[in-house]
């Protein structure tokens, strides 16, 4: 009799990690189909993102332009990808024409950038993409996005004049020792709350994507619907063998 198959490791990863998800959004009250699970494979090679891609999962995201370029033509093109964090608007075109099957950018915080996607797009001829305007919810010098005080005026910039561009909620990164991630995240719902009340948005309608490897259970508990999960799923990662961006 032959032996069973041995469960890839990061397909096992997967599944706890969708385990743990499921239960976060039955304590906040939601359906676990509210929830997107976007698996961060940054630093790590396609073959292991096949192996997570053959249990079943399609949302995947990359914080590097360059590697993303890379990874996206070596894999199956049902692929939702998102390009997660800073991007630089000289990048734009190239990630774009690049990834033909990239769903979302998260995030946007700056106009400029905002302008450089929507011309991008309507060059391309492709279908509006859908992005998430990044949000400094911790204060930091160190990172990306747009104050909370100037999200309205961001969002109202991307759904009245980026016709090519879907809004369609906020991102933020807390803090990295995740000290003050419930304030974070609570900033975020604050911010969500104006900027559907100057848009005349209902909620429902605009996504959160805050939470991480260590704090999303927490994330989803508080709203989220929108979980960025890297190294629990796939492991450390590997700084040194990551390409140039």
């Known amino acids: 009799m032959a032996a069973p198959l041995v469960e890839g490791a990061a397909a096992a990863a997967l599944r706890s990690v969708m385990n743990r998800a499921r239960q976060a959004a039955e304590r906040s009250g939601r359906r676990f189909d509210q929830v997107r699970v976007v698996a961060v494979s940054k630093t790590k090679p396609v073959s292991l993102i096949r192996q ?31 390009f997660i964090g800073h991007l630089q608007s000289n990048k734009v075109k190239s990630l774009l024409a690049g990834v033909p099957n990239l769903a979302m950018v998260e995030g946007v915080d700056n106009e400029k950038l905002a302008n450089h996607l929507d011309r991008a797009v309507s060059n391309l001829r492709r279908d ?12 930091e010098i160190s990172k990306s996005g747009v104050e909370p005080s100037g999200c309205i005026e ?16 906020l991102m933020t990164i807390g803090m990295p020792d995740y000290t003050s991630t419930p ?4 900033t975020l719902l604050e911010c969500r709350a104006e900027v559907c009340r100057a848009l005349e948005m209902a909620e429902e309608q605009c ?33 040194a063998k990551k390409q140039a961006d």
């Open 207 to 239: 996504e959160l994507s805050m939470g991480m490897s260590g704090d999303f259970e927490l994330a989803i508990e508080m709203g989220s619907t929108n979980v960025r999960i890297g190294s629990t799923i796939f492991g450390p990662r590997d700084y």
């Open 128 to 139: 509006p993409l859908k992005v998430l305007v990044q949000v400094n919810t911790s204060g």
């Open 52 to 82: 997570v891609y053959d249990a079943t999962h399609r949302c995947f995201g990359e914080n590097y332009v360059q590697e993303i370029i890379d990874k996206a033509p070596q894999l199956p093109q049902d692929i939702e990808w998102h």
């Open 154 to 169: 961001l969002a109202k910039h991307v759904k009245l004049r980026c016709p090519h561009l879907e809004f369609s909620g």
């Open 183 to 186: 304030e974070n995240f609570k």
